[in-house]
């Protein structure tokens, strides 16, 4: 099998199994500008490679470096080739800033209704009511921003308090069971959110501007550089010198550990559910967010000295 089919081959297996894959894909065709795409994967050299990943190490060469070692782990895998002409030993990146983990104080500043209503200022297409059930979601469901600003009248049931988020990053839809006191703000947002609607639940956005549009992300961006402002939230050393809307995510996955250990709750047990929850195709993917905070550090050191405590005594 020559490299471009067995390229292709790998891309219909990854998105089989529910990954969109379209940078890696799209990145594995630049490839093929490097090699014989005609000729059989073994016939890939390591010159070639390396000049494909050519130029200082950034996220986009980590991305090229991904989307190659994946494929040469399925081509062996598969019999399509039997060595990988990947460098043994690839530069790391640039330090990258821990996620910022919002506190409880911080969200209440950033949800205050008075900051939120000041950031607006001058602004023609967002209201603050809705500004503020998009951060609620985003913190109070773990919800991405794409999948908070897609969701339809007909994607919110507030009789039974879930959403339902579709066409996720892994191509799948899934369930967000939402707690009583969000599921009552999402109640009352229905009372002064914009009326602009069709009638058509599919269609229209439950989160829109005045004129019944979904949001757009650099309006809802500019809105969020100016109440972090406001509410006197600014980065840390060793984390994030600006926090992100996305940040909100991670805040919700850390606080949720956090309260588990507190709880006593089998975390282990737990882990899985806050992966589902966050739409996560497996554990990887929600160890990104699982950012270790003081607080979560020291309730992780309490259940390891209870475990220790009671292992001495055994």
């Known amino acids: 099998m020559n490299l471009r089919d067995a390229m292709e081959n790998y891309v219909?297996?990854?998105?089989?199994?529910?990954?969109?894959?379209?940078?890696?894909?799209?990145?594995?065709?630049?490839?093929?500008?490097?090699?014989?795409?005609?000729?059989?994967?073994?016939?890939?050299?390591?010159?070639?490679?390396?000049?494909?990943?050519?130029?200082?190490?950034?996220?986009?060469?980590?991305?090229?470096?991904?989307?190659?070692?994946?494929?040469?782990?399925?081509?062996?895998?598969?019999?399509?080739?039997?060595?990988?002409?990947?460098?043994?030993?690839?530069?790391?990146?640039?330090?990258?800033?821990?996620?910022?983990?919002?506190?409880?104080?911080?969200?209440?500043?950033?949800?205050?209704?008075?900051?939120?209503?000041?950031?607006?200022?001058?602004?023609?297409?967002?209201?603050?009511?809705?500004?503020?059930?998009?951060?609620?979601?985003?913190?109070?469901?773990?919800?991405?921003?794409?999948?908070?600003?897609?969701?339809?009248?007909?994607?919110?049931?507030?009789?039974?308090?879930?959403?339902?988020?579709?066409?996720?990053?892994?191509?799948?839809?899934r369930l967000v069971p939402v707690g009583p006191h969000l599921a009552t703000a999402l109640a009352d947002y229905l009372t002064t959110r914009p009326l602009v609607l069709t009638g058509d639940w599919t269609a229209d956005y439950f989160l829109s501007t005045r004129t019944g549009t979904r949001l757009a992300s650099s309006t809802v961006q500019v809105a969020f550089d100016r109440l972090r402002g406001i509410a006197r939230i600014r980065g840390s050393t060793g984390r994030r010198e600006v926090p992100r809307m996305h940040d909100l995510r991670h805040s919700f996955a850390v606080h949720s550990l956090t309260a588990w250990y507190r709880g006593a709750a089998d975390v282990q047990r737990l882990l899985p559910v806050l992966s589902t929850y966050l739409g996560h195709s497996d554990l990887e993917g929600t160890k990104v967010y699982l950012t270790m905070t003081p607080e979560l550090l020291q309730q992780a050191s309490l259940r390891f000295e209870q475990f220790a405590q009671k292992g001495a005594g055994a």
């Open 12 to 173: 219909v297996w990854r998105q089989a199994h529910g990954a969109k894959f379209n940078t890696a894909r799209n990145l594995l065709r630049q490839f093929l500008r490097h090699a014989d795409a005609e000729a059989g994967c073994d016939a890939v050299t390591q010159a070639q490679v390396a000049s494909f990943l050519a130029g200082p190490v950034t996220p986009h060469r980590e991305n090229k470096v991904y989307a190659l070692t994946g494929f040469w782990q399925f081509a062996i895998s598969r019999g399509y080739a039997t060595s990988s002409p990947l460098p043994v030993r690839e530069p790391r990146s640039r330090y990258r800033p821990l996620p910022f983990i919002f506190t409880h104080a911080e969200l209440q500043r950033l949800l205050d209704r008075g900051n939120i209503e000041a950031s607006l200022a001058g602004a023609k297409q967002l209201t603050a009511d809705t500004f503020r059930i998009l951060l609620l979601l985003l913190y109070g469901a773990g919800l991405r921003f794409s999948e908070a600003t897609g969701l339809t009248m007909a994607d919110v049931d507030l009789s039974d308090a879930i959403l339902t988020v579709r066409d996720t990053k892994f191509q799948k839809s």
